[in-house]
């Protein structure tokens, strides 16, 4: 396995590749892994010829107030977790080797942006899509995996694909949970017992959303009302957005229909955490 820092290093794997006519598969992140990241590691490594996995914590889609300096990093023992993997070529740049002196190029796409995670992280996807852009340009893969835990980041990278003509496909792949159902997170590692247990609000008010909308249930206002209460009830738990949205639009249904996301952000003590299911 390749662990490589410049971009100019990678851009000549990969050429190599490509003249032996190989598919690459491309799994970006922040690190910190864990069994979430894995799922989409596992599905590159079944299904390309060669996967590169990055892992960089962009600080462009980080506002000031939040958490860039203390995310969880621990890059000796994901090296370790992803050569196991049989991961090809880990890509892990310095934040000059992204974003050298006098950087000013920046990707968005406007409206989806704007909504869910956007409305209360404003230059959050702007960071995600200028990242992932650039990823894209230097890795050049024909699949890159993603999340479904991140649902807005895969609309939204889908459309910047569609709207830049890139010749790359996004896969995006389940949310994998604990078995009490939290959605795992390199941020759960902010959370102490106490935190974790009132974090399962989240997916509680999920089911409970799944469960109405499954038995006939018709009216949103009724749907999110429940949803609230499930997570009010939960002292430690602070609600930043609960949404039903069109899947591929994410504009807000009228009535429940059979291709919505039902998408939760919520603050358990300081610690955003996101949670989704599509219907
Ligand atoms: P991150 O390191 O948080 O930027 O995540 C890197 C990728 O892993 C993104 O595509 C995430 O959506 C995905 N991911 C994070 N948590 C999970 C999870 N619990 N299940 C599946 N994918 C995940």
């Not at 896969?171 to 106490?194: C, F, M, Q, T, V």
């Not at 959303?209 to 006939?216: H, I, K, L, N, P």
Request: proline share 4%.
């Amino acid at each position: 396995m390749k662990i490589v820092k410049s971009v100019c290093e990678v851009k000549e794997y990969v050429k190599e590749l490509r003249r032996k006519e190989k598919n690459i598969g491309f799994v970006p992140t922040m690190g910190y892994l864990h069994a979430g990241h894995l799922s989409l590691v596992r599905e590159s490594v079944r299904r390309c010829d060669y996967t590169v996995v990055s892992i960089f914590v962009n600080p462009t889609q980080f506002a000031p107030n939040e958490d860039f300096n203390k995310y969880p990093r621990n890059i000796q023992s994901d090296i370790e977790i992803l050569e196991k993997e049989g991961v090809d070529l880990i890509f892990i740049p310095g934040d000059g080797e992204m974003y050298p002196e006098g950087y000013q190029t920046y990707v968005e796409v406007k409206n989806l942006q704007d909504r869910l995670c956007g409305g209360s992280r404003p230059n959050f996807f702007k960071g995600v899509c200028t990242i992932v852009l650039k990823l894209f340009n230097i890795v050049t893969p024909d699949i890159s995996f993603f999340g479904q835990k991140d649902a807005q980041q895969v609309v939204i990278l889908k459309k910047m694909v569609c709207d830049l003509n890139l010749d790359v496909k996004i896969e995006a792949l389940p949310i994998i949970r604990e078995k009490s159902g939290l959605a795992l997170s390199s941020r759960n590692e902010y959370l102490d017992k106490k935190q974790k247990k009132a974090a399962l609000c989240l997916s509680r008010s999920l089911i409970r959303a799944r469960e109405m909308v499954e038995t006939g249930e018709k009216n949103v206002a009724l749907v999110l009302k429940s949803m609230k209460t499930e997570i009010e009830s939960e002292p430690l738990a602070r609600i930043d957005y609960i949404e039903i949205v069109d899947s591929e639009s994410l504009q807000p249904v009228n009535q429940i229909n059979d291709k919505m996301l039902i998408a939760v952000a919520v603050f358990i003590n300081n610690v955003r955490l996101i949670d989704n299911i599509i219907v």
